[in-house]
Nanobody, 118 residues
């Protein structure tokens, strides 16, 4: 499976962006797709995840209530809707895929830059 992330850009604080992650190749209902982000000089942090089959989601505390992840099974695409963006949300955002019950992510997207100006 290959992942292609898109939708990043420059936005003012308080604005919104929608990221997309398209999966190509053979997908499975036992997969979970997660979003991570890495700001300059910082570690890569978990942002959100969604189980491909059930749609169950999880979010980092820092984005709860502002970010929403959803999936379009027909299009093999997962979205991350980001509202009320803050300058501290500035980072390169990555999508990644793993099997439920496993800890290692087997596929990563190329990353998309999100910049929030104050």
């Amino acid at each position: 499976v290959q992942l292609q992330a898109s939708g990043g850009g420059l936005v003012q604080a308080g604005g919104s962006l929608r990221l997309s992650c398209a999966a190509s190749g053979r997908t499975s209902s036992t997969l979970l797709l997660a979003w991570f982000r890495q700001a300059p000089g910082k570690e890569c942090d978990f942002v959100a995840s969604i189980a491909w089959h059930s749609g169950n989601t999880a979010y980092a505390d820092s984005v709860k209530g502002r970010f929403t992840t959803s999936r379009d099974n027909a299009e093999n695409t997962v979205h991350l809707q980001m509202n009320s963006l803050k300058p501290e949300d500035t980072a390169v955002y990555y999508c990644a895929l793993r099997r439920l019950g496993q800890s290692d992510y087997s596929a990563w997207g190329q990353g998309t830059q999100v910049t929030v100006s104050s």
